[in-house]
């Protein structure tokens, strides 16, 4: 009887404010860099432990729509771009998330290498052999172009979405990740990134 009281009593008992921590560790890099790694701790509080649990802290948002003119078919590092579009929204938030979200179905996001362009190079040629091209290709929808079926499947493979962490009003990505911009298309048009940003 005593255990079912205490059980009971347990489960009555309000759960604590929750919090997230983040802690970042600097790590040597192998290849030269201009600046280097970040390190240091992060505490983003929902709810402010003196306040009800019902009260959680005020969160704070910021919309911008970015246009990056049109560029050749192939892989595209568009970190720097973004970063000067959104600076000063960006710089208001101590920790969040940033959503990018591209408008088109010829064209992709993703993240990677930052330093080396190969990278950039061989992915294209990657995406360039599993796709097939041309008018051997099996595809039915060519009213575009031969190239505009290709670039919807390459398009659905690495998506039109990208969701980074926001520190201390930087975007918290790894010391070679940057933002491509991946163009599929031979005659390329200017994209437009809807980028959302949502935190404290």
């Known amino acids: 009887m005593q255990a079912a009281a205490t059980s009971s009593a347990l489960a009555l008992s309000p759960a604590p404010p929750i919090s997230l921590s983040l802690s970042l560790s600097a790590a040597a890099p192998t290849r030269p860099r201009r600046t280097a790694a970040r390190a240091g701790a992060v505490r983003c509080d929902l709810a402010a432990p003196s306040a009800p649990a019902s009260s959680p802290a005020a969160a704070r948002w910021a919309?911008?729509?970015?246009?990056?003119?049109?560029?050749?078919?192939?892989?595209?590092?568009?970190?720097?771009?973004i970063m000067h579009e959104i600076r000063s929204d960006l710089s208001e938030f101590k920790c969040g998330l940033a959503h990018l979200f591209l408008h088109h179905t010829s064209a992709s996001l993703t993240i990677n290498e930052n330093y080396d362009p190969d990278v950039q190079t061989d992915t294209e040629t990657f995406l360039n052999r599993i796709v097939p091209e041309g008018t051997s290709a099996p595809w039915r929808h060519t009213i575009e172009g031969p190239d505009d079926m290709p670039a919807h499947i390459k398009s659905s493979m690495f998506g039109c979405a990208l969701t980074i962490p926001i520190t201390n009003g930087r975007f918290n990505m790894g010391t070679w990740?940057?933002?491509?911009l991946c163009e599929h298309r031979d005659y390329p048009t200017p994209r437009t990134i809807v980028i959302t940003l949502n935190g404290m």
């Open 63 to 81: 919309q911008r729509t970015v246009v990056i003119p049109p560029q050749r078919r192939g892989c595209h590092l568009i970190t720097h771009k």
């Open 177 to 180: 990740q940057g933002i491509w």
